[in-house]
């Protein structure tokens, strides 16, 4: 059926069109009748309304990345649009699929220096799939609908929509058309490709799997376990693959590269196969490159194919659907026991634990150990940046996808809140904890009113050592103890922070106290801030120092 309808509720029916149910947004001048659309269509479309326009972009990302659906942020134009931006980068670096859509100066006034214009196409250009800017109405729904497919399809990415306000306004016919279907990445490698690929792996004797973020996309999993297991090869996994392969599998040896556990980074570098799948060879991972995996031939099974080569020669290259290829390979490579290697292996787990002093004082990583136990691994964890993130990463077990979300691409602190009410939102079967540093959770904190006011039951765990842990530990370690503007102890009572805004919080200062503190956020009905007053010398091990291989790491005396 036919319609004539203003373009703010064109825009809204295509919204619906794709599913969505939930968008995190600010109003303003240039989005008034977006809003008042929103309005009209209240009891279809949940509108959150955050504090800051960067907390509705990481809250879209949160839901994305915990949904496997598209976040959807809205802000006004100028410095509403401009808030958008970390989020929207955030999300870029990370390949999470989001559409940011943002209000404009009514086409009249563009190129004017008009009140509140800015060129958010130009600004975000570098940090989007795509971006477009709508001047005429009955373009509307046609630039929406390809923003959705542009998000999904190949390798995700946020995407962004620039409405002029008097478009929003304008009245045209509108006709509903279902959501289209993405098309399935084809594999794009060759028959020959795989059987060269099939014959390595055949004949190496110390194979060892990375697993990057691109598996959680490509819902393969599954595909890599079975892989995996028939080859008999340990595997490691990229900050942004935790969960891809189960952290509680005898083949899982943990985190690779710069904070790698010494077992992964000895394993790296003594292997004669290296195979590589969704992951992009980033600087954490590889850091001194001409020493990464000196002795390995490399396979590479990535959906993009401008990331093969970019950061390290690779000898085998497959390209396109992930869940194909890995079904593929694991029809063509024969069983394999690796029987010296996985004892090497072993030994190398069994020398080599992820180790913390256990002296009655209050630690990160017991408290992490704490919410695992306490959760049963099940809860989802979002992190903002530095140290804490780190010791969330090591001492969590995440034996599902989607578990673990953080910003890993664009480190970006102040991300967490945001995100883990947009993870509790998105799934709130659910438990979601944020773990977050002192000076990440200060950057964002004023989301704790949004999380009041929709009851959302996130528990924020903040590791308060008083200052910027991670940059204060390099300059520990890299700078001889000059700590240049890392000191944060501003007298800040996180605990009466929390209860100003409408929320829980609790002091832990002692070991014995976290249990019951965590038990108790557990079932608590809305945020809950626990501060943990942690030593502003813990340090996170093991750590790779700039330039060195990742085999040459400083570790924990033992």
Request: some cysteine; glycine content about 8%.
């Amino acid at each position: 059926m036919i319609m004539k309808l203003t373009g703010a509720e064109i825009l809204i029916e295509c919204l619906k069109e794709q599913g969505v149910d939930t968008i995190f947004g600010f109003p303003g001048g240039s989005v008034l009748n977006i809003y008042d659309a929103l309005y009209k269509y209240r009891d279809e479309i949940r509108h959150i309304l955050t504090s800051h326009e960067q907390g509705a972009s990481h809250a879209a990302d949160g839901y994305a990345r915990a949904t496997g659906r598209i976040g959807v942020c809205l802000a006004t134009s100028g410095p509403g649009a401009t808030n958008l931006v970390t989020g929207i980068a955030t999300a870029y670096m990370d390949s999470i699929p989001m559409v940011a859509i943002t209000g404009q100066v009514p086409t009249s006034l563009l190129g004017k220096d008009s009140f509140q214009e800015v060129d958010i196409i130009g600004i975000t250009l570098p940090i989007t799939k795509h971006n477009f800017i709508v001047k005429d109405v009955k373009q509307l729904a046609k630039t929406v609908r390809a923003a959705f497919k542009i998000a999904r399809e190949g390798r995700q990415g946020p995407v962004l929509i620039d409405i002029c306000k008097d478009v929003t306004a304008a009245v045209t016919e509108y006709k509903y058309v279902p959501a289209s279907k993405i098309d399935e990445v084809p594999v794009a490698a060759t028959e020959e490709d795989m059987l060269k690929a099939a014959e390595v792996i055949n004949q190496c004797s110390r194979p060892i799997i990375l697993a990057g973020g691109g598996v959680i996309p490509a819902d393969a999993s599954a595909e890599l376990v079975e892989f995996a297991t028939k080859i008999n090869t340990p595997v490691t996994t990229t900050l942004m693959g935790l969960g891809v392969f189960p952290g509680s599998h005898p083949l899982f040896t943990g985190l690779v590269g710069m904070h790698g556990t010494k077992t992964t980074n000895l394993a790296v570098s003594a292997s004669d196969l290296f195979i590589a799948v969704g992951a992009r060879f980033s600087d954490r991972v590889i850091s001194n490159v001409k020493k990464f995996a000196p002795d390995a031939k490399i396979i590479h099974i990535d959906i993009d194919p401008a990331e093969v080569g970019k950061n390290i020669n690779v000898q085998y290259p497959l390209i396109g659907n992930l869940k194909k290829i890995l079904k593929a390979l694991t029809d063509k490579v024969n069983p394999k026991e690796n029987i010296e290697w996985i004892k090497q292996i072993d030994e190398w787990k069994q020398n080599y634990p992820l180790i913390y002093t256990d002296d009655h004082i209050l630690r990160p990583q017991f408290i992490m150990e704490k919410i695992c136990e306490l959760t049963n691994g099940q809860a989802i964890i979002t992190t903002e940046v530095g140290q804490h993130q780190i010791w969330a990463a090591q001492f969590y077990k995440y034996n599902e996808p989607r578990a673990f979300i953080s910003s890993g691409g664009l480190g970006t602190m102040g991300f967490g809140l945001g995100a883990s009410m947009g993870a509790q939102i998105g799934r709130p079967d659910k438990k979601v904890f944020n773990i977050a540093g002192d000076g990440s959770f200060r950057m964002n904190c004023n989301e704790l009113a949004t999380a009041v006011e929709y009851k959302l039951p996130i528990v924020i765990v903040i590791m308060n050592n008083r200052v910027l842990g991670m940059v204060r530990q390099w300059q520990s370690l890299f700078y001889d103890e000059r700590y240049s503007q890392t000191c944060l102890d501003r007298c800040t009572d996180f605990v009466k922070l929390a209860e100003a805004y409408g929320a829980a919080g609790v002091n832990v200062t002692r070991p014995e106290e976290v249990e019951d503190a965590i038990k108790s956020a557990l079932i608590a009905n809305g945020p809950v801030v626990i501060n943990c007053e942690i030593d502003k010398d813990e340090k996170v091990y093991p750590i790779v120092p700039p330039g060195a291989p990742i085999n040459e790491l400083i570790d924990v005396d033992r």
